[in-house]
């Protein structure tokens, strides 16, 4: 296992101290060692909250800043954080006006993030949820409810931060974020596998010259396991599922391509010339596009497609100004 | 070999096509297929280009952009860009002030550099050059001529971006190019290889178990091969050379921490974590610290870490806005 980490079992908290360090205008401690919070929030606006687990840099502490997330709970390595990081991120956050939380649909973070979201009512934070689903590989599009969310999650926390930046009530960010997150639909394609730190093993397999389609951001199985094939074929398989999951013919779409930890973001625009002449040839209008690691898992090669269809209420938010470490526009 | 790529030895020309696709704003062709620049670059200000082998994304086109370059010379994978790339990026920049060619201290770039500026002068444009040698390991402070350019890069064209951005004189940019780079400090830890997709191999070896110190951007040997240790020692490691190299003491510098590509940045900030501390220890303010994939090798696991000594000059430069891939700041 080649790292650079201390004991393997306390990666989570060595990072902290080094995202602490590196960057006190964007992050500050709480008084739960897992949980950072954005110290300049306003008091007066919704609060943002994510959280997940460690190991997808940049999210989700990438995701912390001006006009995106005031709090992030933070799990360890691919596991969630805990109810009480979740309690401390709605505590953390701003929250007169109630707390956002806007997070992926994962077993544990769903159980955790339902007891925090009780705890905090016995504190009069009201806090509502919307659980990112966007992951067209792990359950069919009648079985929404199933999906897991991938990098959707990203133009979820970018729509809805934006909404509070602006102003927005709990329930109108709540509208928004949940109407970001169904806009996208989003399928990955892992080429290699990961190893949590304190494993010391890979937790998957793929064997070299193969690749696995639809795969999950902890290695969860995909459709299928097929030959690696060219970056063109990679993007018409990645196409596919994503263009029949709703009807974006026609309409104006942003474009997010991930890499998953180790494949160059040259091969990211290896592949995305090849989505780009899809969607033409599909007369999906592409309004901006997002192309590096923006939701990894860990040193796992291969990427993510996310498309997200735009209407003139989501495009301004999207391109909004914001500032984090994994999204700064002015 | 695991890799998203159509034929391996066009990666270079297919990921263009998708560089061009995806950030319109930011990449225009020009009249060499291997030459990009900035759309909007002021006519009037002077140029700045580089160039350098592909593999290093986001270098070298991540940083074209607004505040930054203003014309990239595009090599193979690991190799220079030819002479005439080079001279076609000097005429795509604005170049009625002059240009600023600030590119590594590499033999085939300092030749290719040398053969383009030498035919651009028939054209009557004039070329200045910075030639950055921040890498420690290459060479001892006495033959610094000898050293190679590594992340220092990225500080040379942040310094030279926002002088030529504010209007400076050709004169004056090169100045400050060259006080930048001759600011930093940088060396690198390899745990990894890499593989360029048209050999299909590893072009080195490092031991699972072992990392090399010193190791250069295209696995140049470095200064020693250890058995891998902690975060901590790696810190120690790194920071030794890199603190002798300079007087460093009471003085502010910025820091950049950069990924060499699959490395997670979680461990990017476990390392930074320790370098902190001893920067601290050492009396030494940090001004900024960017922890991030800014200078990478392909897939090579590791870090590189670059220290810059920092004046009231230097400062506002950095701390300019920019509008890049790499780096965005408003």
Partial sequence: MQRII???DN??????KGYLRASPSLFAATDH???LKYPSSASDKVGIVTGGGSGHEPAFLGYIGEGMCDAVAIGEIFSSPTADAFLEAFRSAPHEQGVACLYGNYAGDNMNVKMAKQMAEMEDIEVKTVIARDDVASAPAAERDKRRG???????WKIGGAAAARGDSLDEVIRLAQ???DACSSIGVGLSSCTIPANGKPNFSIEPGHMELGIGHHGEPGIEVAPLTSAEAIATAM???VLADQDFAGSEVAVLISGLGATPVMELNI????????????DIRVHRTDIGNYFTSLEMMGATLTLMKLD?????LLDAPARSLAITQC
């Fill in 6 to 8: 201390n004991d393997p």
């Fill in 11 to 16: 990666v989570v908290d060595d990072a902290i």
């Fill in 33 to 35: 060692p897992r949980v």
């Fill in 150 to 156: 991938v990098a959707g999650e990203v133009m979820m």
């Fill in 179 to 181: 109407k970001a997150v």
């Fill in 239 to 241: 196409c596919d599922p």
């Fill in 271 to 282: 592949l995305y010339a090849h989505i780009a002449e899809r969607l033409e040839a599909a």
């Fill in 312 to 316: 003139d209420e989501l495009k301004p």
